[in-house]
């Protein structure tokens, strides 16, 4: 097995899978039927596009971490892992154009969100009064509302219990209470909002991959800076 890394996350465009030829080409590379019949189920394109883009971005995510036995098991909420290896834990999400596959050798939760959500109606049943007056002060709602809810959604798939830990129920403030259980790793792209979340304290790595029109496989395209 390599060495894995105390934690990254891949970020990719999934945007590339338009192309019905490399769509057919990255259906065949899963190893996962359960994850194929998945994409199939869904009824519209970009849909199914995001969900083979982030299970093709964890397949090459997991190779690089050095995980041979690729099976994968769902605890009772439904949190993937590795069935055969205990040393490597995983978690995706996508929205948009984007997907992520977070990776580490500890428990690990990634959330993404596009811009344009109508924060006001979620963030009145979703945040706690805290976390409502401290976006009432801020200067970009949109950007802030994405910041608190990407950390709130890595924390519960961090835990693994789904909806079993209500958002409202608990403050992700920065500079609160939460940052002294588990660390929030950030970052910001067009618009879009990445949390990666672990009890670990080693910071994250934030990788940009990219798919390549002309085959199935996939290109680094560099090292992101971790914003300031």
Known sequence: MGEIPSCACWVCDVTAL??????SK??????WKER???VERFRFAEDRRRCLGAALLALHALRQA????????VNEYGKPA?????????NLSHSGKLAVCAV????????VEAPGRDFDRI????????EQEWMSRSENRNRDFLRLWTRKESYVKLLGVGLSCPVSSFSVLPGGEKEREVTFSEWETDGYRICVCSFEKQPVRFLQWRIDRESIEWDTVGESPFPR
């Open 26 to 31: 990255g259906m065949a590379a899963l190893p």
């Open 18 to 23: 338009e192309d019905p030829l490399l769509f």
């Open 104 to 111: 580490s050798g500890h428990p690990v939760g990634a959330d």
């Open 123 to 130: 963030a009145s049943y979703c945040f706690r009064q805290d």
């Open 66 to 73: 050095g995980a041979e036995d690729l099976r994968i098991a």
């Open 82 to 90: 590795l069935a055969g290896c205990q040393g490597i834990h995983f």
């Open 36 to 38: 194929r019949e998945k």
